[in-house]
């Protein structure tokens, strides 16, 4: 059964594995270094479908058939999944797995999306409530685009603080028994908001949820970064990244030797045009999927920490002049199960 050792963190006792794993990118997110990883890139970005918001459910779809392949499993196999996406009503993730008839938990944590799915998906497993569970989420540079700031015709210019919204989806399985990547712990994050209202300075909206949320971990198990061999973010990208090294100064705690950031991994700020980084659901899902676990179960990291990190906002709540709420949940990913 769980422990819980503070408000936030969570111990799990039996260290639920992750069974299997699958990515699938846009044609951006395939130019960029982690091109040879993914599990598919599509160099049509419409996916072969109609609309954009159609192209998004059909990347959730080829993520979630995936890995169900890799993981010798069926759907009825799969006792529940958590799943979300960013546009309104998280249609992206309802209408892709309406197919599958697996008992459905829709979440919305924004760009947080894909380690609240894992998170929840590794505490119902350990609490015995699943035997088997799907984590899943997806994001698509046209949708959030349209849905957020302006129409693709717009052609506004982008500030240099802004980031780039990932075409890209992951979806992983996490199952009672099996072998690494194992899911050790989490800790569930707080709303945090120092009262930026710029819609293009997300990194600097979630930093201060990303500081409260990895101290709060290393408070609660008693532990240094220098514990970890990996601490990944995502996406706070390079204005974020850099704020979070200056609130965790002020507390005394340095992670720029360990830390990488899933919005700066996606892309190749050198050759693409993304400015501050990556963003979106399917950025630190993407870089999740196949990056990050692959580098776990090859044995390359012993230990590593999985933050993502969302912005809450909404249109409405932005055009009403409200400040961005961020959120951030921390997964403990090990390749030992004891």
Same mark, same amino acid.
């Given at each position: 059964m769980p422990n819980r050792i503070s408000q936030s963190t969570i111990l799990l006792p039996s260290a639920p594995s992750i069974l299997a794993y699958a990515a699938v990118a846009g044609k951006k997110e395939g130019e960029g270094p982690l091109?040879?990883?993914?599990?598919?890139?599509?160099?049509?970005?419409?996916?072969?479908? !109609?609309?954009?918001?159609?192209?998004?459910?059909?990347?959730?779809?080829?993520?979630?058939?995936?890995?169900?392949?890799?993981?010798?499993?069926?759907?009825?196999?799969?006792?529940?999944?958590?799943?979300?996406?960013?546009?309104?009503?998280?249609?992206?993730?309802?209408?892709?797995?309406?197919?599958?008839?697996?008992?459905?938990?829709?979440?919305?944590?924004?760009?947080?999306?894909?380690?609240?799915?894992?998170?929840?998906?590794?505490?119902?497993?350990?609490?015995?409530?699943?035997?088997?569970?799907?984590?899943?989420?997806?994001?698509?540079?046209?949708?959030?685009?349209? /849905?957020?700031?302006?129409?693709?015709?717009?052609?506004?210019?982008?500030?240099?603080?802004?980031?780039?919204?990932?075409?890209a989806a992951g979806s992983l399985i996490v199952g009672a028994h099996g072998e690494a990547p194992f899911v050790r712990?989490?800790?569930?994050? !707080?709303?945090?908001? %120092?009262?930026?209202?710029?819609?293009?300075?997300?990194?600097?909206?979630?930093?201060?949820?990303?500081?409260?949320? %990895? /101290?709060?971990?290393?408070?609660?198990?008693?532990?240094?970064p220098q514990d970890y061999d990996r601490i990944f973010t995502g996406d706070l990208g390079q204005v974020g990244s850099d704020l979070l090294y200056e609130l965790l100064s002020r507390e005394g705690i340095d992670i720029k030797d360990r830390h990488d950031d899933c919005g700066l991994l996606l892309y190749d700020r050198e050759t693409q045009d993304v400015h501050a980084g990556g963003s979106g659901c399917g950025c630190s899902a993407g870089v999740l999927c196949s990056h990050i676990l692959k580098l776990v179960k090859n044995g390359t990291y012993e230990n590593v920490l999985f933050m993502a990190t969302g912005a809450l906002m909404s249109p409405t709540s932005v055009q009403q002049g409200e400040s961005i709420p961020g959120i951030a949940h921390l997964v403990h990913i090990s390749r030992k199960g004891e």
């Open positions: 091109r040879e990883e993914f599990d598919l890139i599509c160099d049509d970005t419409t996916f072969g479908e !109609k609309t954009w918001e159609k192209a998004e459910m059909r990347m959730q779809m080829d993520a979630e058939s995936r890995v169900l392949k890799k993981a010798d499993l069926r759907p009825s196999d799969i006792d529940v999944v958590f799943a979300g996406d960013l546009l309104n009503q998280c249609i992206s993730s309802a209408y892709s797995l309406r197919g599958l008839q697996i008992p459905y938990i829709g979440l919305y944590g924004a760009c947080s999306t894909m380690a609240e799915s894992l998170m929840l998906s590794s505490m119902f497993v350990d609490a015995g409530l699943a035997n088997r569970a799907m984590a899943v989420t997806s994001s698509h540079f046209c949708t959030a685009e349209r /849905q957020f700031r302006f129409p693709l015709e717009y052609g506004g210019q982008r500030t240099p603080t802004a980031q780039w919204t990932a075409t712990g989490v800790c569930v994050g !707080k709303i945090g908001d %120092l009262g930026i209202k710029d819609l293009n300075n997300m990194g600097a909206a979630m930093a201060p949820a990303a500081a409260d949320t %990895l /101290q709060t971990f290393l408070k609660d198990t008693k532990t240094s």
